[in-house]
């Protein structure tokens, strides 16, 4: 018997030039404004010209895959759906499906569960499954996973040996409009939960949560901001600031960008010792829990 793995992810532009077709399907089919498409194509540039989401998710999909082989040969195949770009989830699935799998089980690469990101992942991939034939049970989040908030807390305080005593840990995860919050939607609370699990682990007198990487439309979304954070805190006087971007598990753009340039640029003119932790990326622990709830399903 053979169990179908589908790690589902956001996706990622190949190189620049398809950074315009990636944004257009982020915004539903909608080309974005020039300035829009500047600003983001000046983003990647910032980073070096480089794209290194694909590379560091499908660095996850292989480690995963070796877990499962070592847990039980054969018995497991994973394949890598994305959001926003190719391979897209259905193609996942229908690469799973035409493997021959009796069943899936789908994994999204990220903590939280929001209704506007895992959940319309899961909804994807049961409709793609149906048209298969087949079922696929999506782990609906990992916010808790006690070796993800393990990694947390030893990232943290390795990263604040860096930084004055005193210095304040901000949680962060990628924000989402703000009315999800009226609908009850699990996303911002599920980051709490990390951030003080995460805290009492690594014993923290002085934490927060935050967000950042806002999309750019005219309605509000979930705050506090990053850089609002740290112009507060500099104002405040505050020793020093750690972000922990426990939302996002490997250093994409939103890490290497948003919190490394931008908000580290912000700190630095404003005298603020400023730092942020490492993310998931491989480690073998993470993996391994990640590879305990899929045989768990």
């Not at 990622?12 to 500047?38: K, S």
């Amino acid at each position: 018997m053979s169990v179908g793995v589908l790690a589902m992810a956001y996706g990622t532009p190949r190189d620049r030039a398809d950074i315009a077709a990636y944004y257009t399907d982020i915004r539903r089919g909608a080309p974005p404004p020039g300035d829009l498409l500047a600003a983001l194509v000046a983003r990647y540039d910032a980073i070096g010209g480089t794209f290194p989401l694909r590379a560091a998710t499908e660095a996850q999909c292989a480690a995963l895959q070796a877990e499962l082989d070592r847990r039980r040969p054969a018995g497991f195949r994973v394949s890598l759906g994305c959001k926003h770009s190719d391979p897209r989830v259905e193609d996942g699935v229908a690469g799973l499906a035409a493997a021959g799998v009796d069943r899936m089980v789908g994994v999204v690469l990220a903590p939280h569960y929001s209704a506007y990101s895992v959940g319309q992942y899961a909804d994807r991939a049961a409709a793609a499954a149906r048209m298969h034939g087949l079922d696929v049970t999506t782990i609906p989040s990992w916010h808790l996973l006690p070796a993800y908030l393990d990694f947390l807390a030893a990232a943290v305080r390795e990263a604040l040996a860096g930084l004055p005593p005193g210095a304040e840990v901000v949680f962060t995860a990628h924000s989402l409009p703000a009315r999800i919050a009226d609908s009850g939607d699990l996303y911002p609370g599920q980051l709490a939960e990390t951030a003080a699990a995460v805290a009492e682990r690594a014993g923290l007198a002085s934490w927060s949560v935050g967000w950042q990487s806002a999309g750019r439309t005219a309605e509000a979304w979930l705050g506090p901001d990053i850089l609002a954070v740290v112009r507060d805190r500099a104002v405040q006087g505050a020793p020093g600031l750690l972000t922990c971007p426990c939302g996002f598990v490997s250093d994409h753009l939103e890490v290497a960008y948003d919190l490394d340039i931008e908000a580290a640029g912000l700190a630095a003119e404003l005298g603020l010792p400023f730092a942020r932790t490492h993310t998931v990326g491989t480690d073998p622990g993470v993996i391994a829990g990640l590879a305990d709830l899929v045989l768990a399903r």
